[in-house]
């Protein structure tokens, strides 16, 4: 009977055993995989996302430098007002001048261009070798008619853009217009040297043979055609025109106003910049048969 009790008991400790033994086998081994293969692959995730990923700043954008100063773009004759006609009489047809169109202007005393000096406030005029640049363009932008009191005569009135600069015009030193020798000077709109001191004319001219000291004829300009103007000021009552200083012939000579008009130093021959632009003239600052000064 004793020996039964003990038989019963050793199978019973032997089927608890049988029972917990997969158990602790399982436990034991969820523990070892646990502890190795999640690290394993977090560590490989970050490392392919550090790797991987992509920038997050957006490179900087430029933008083209404007020019400076701004140029208008070639200007077409056909899309501007009708040319106004200066010194037309019973016998003279008098001469073209196209509002709005960009122009050369020469001296016939010395072959040299009218030219803007500089792109800022109170730049000074002179005359220079044909460089073709816009610092040689002018505008005539007209901004009125003057009517005379018997209404026999009309005047236009013009302002005078330099083409070269940023809406500089030209303009009389101190805006005196009673005495000689005062600059011409480039000024905005906004500070003209005073009131009617950005305001010209233009006075038709006949063609003057140049000659020398010796009275020997230089030049009689029979092949030139084109419109032959003095520039005269309104501010002086259209008494003084544009001049060059002392009837110089050298680059560089400075332009100012003064009586007159008639003398060659005083006159401007225009050439409309289109028809440089397209062959229609060869300007005379390219011209090889010209007479030397």
């Not at 015009?169 to 005073?194: F, H, Q, R």
């Not at 950005?198 to 063609?207: D, Y």
């Not at 300007?283 to 010209?290: E, F, S, W, Y």
Request: hydrophobic share 35%.
């Amino acid at each position: 009977m004793k020996l039964t009790k003990k038989i019963c008991k050793i199978i019973s400790i032997l089927l608890v055993l049988i029972i917990a033994l997969p158990l602790m086998l399982s436990c034991g081994n969820k523990t070892d995989t646990g502890s190795t293969e999640p690290a394993e692959s977090t560590a490989d995730t970050i490392a392919s996302s550090e790797t991987t990923a992509a920038p997050t700043t957006t490179p900087p954008t430029t933008t083209a430098k404007p020019t400076d100063p701004p140029t208008d773009p070639p200007t077409d004759p056909a899309s501007l007002p009708a040319p106004d006609i200066i010194g037309k009489t019973d016998t003279n047809p008098g001469y073209e001048i196209i509002p709005g169109a960009r122009y050369y202007l020469w001296s016939p005393n010395s072959n040299l261009y009218l030219t803007a000096d500089g792109d800022y406030d109170y730049a000074g005029v002179s005359q220079d070798d044909y460089t073709g640049k816009p610092d040689q363009m002018f505008v005539f932008e007209k901004i009125r008619e003057d009517v005379s009191a018997d209404g026999t005569k009309v005047t236009n009135v013009y302002r005078i853009r330099a083409l070269g600069t940023k809406e500089r015009y030209l303009d009389t030193e101190d805006g005196i217009g009673n005495e000689d020798g005062k600059l011409v000077l480039l000024t905005t709109l906004a500070k003209p040297e005073g009131d009617g001191s950005q305001e010209f004319t233009l006075k038709a001219q006949k063609k003057t043979t140049l000659k020398d000291a010796d009275n020997a004829v230089i030049d009689d300009f029979a092949n030139v055609d084109l419109p032959l103007f003095s520039v005269m000021n309104v501010i002086s009552k259209n008494q003084k025109a544009i001049d060059v200083n002392g009837v110089s012939v050298d680059a560089g000579a400075y332009a100012h106003m003064w009586s007159g008009g008639t003398a060659n130093n005083q006159k401007w021959f225009f050439e409309l910049v289109s028809d440089v632009e397209s062959g229609k003239i060869v300007p005379r600052g390219l011209q090889q048969d010209i007479p030397p000064r």
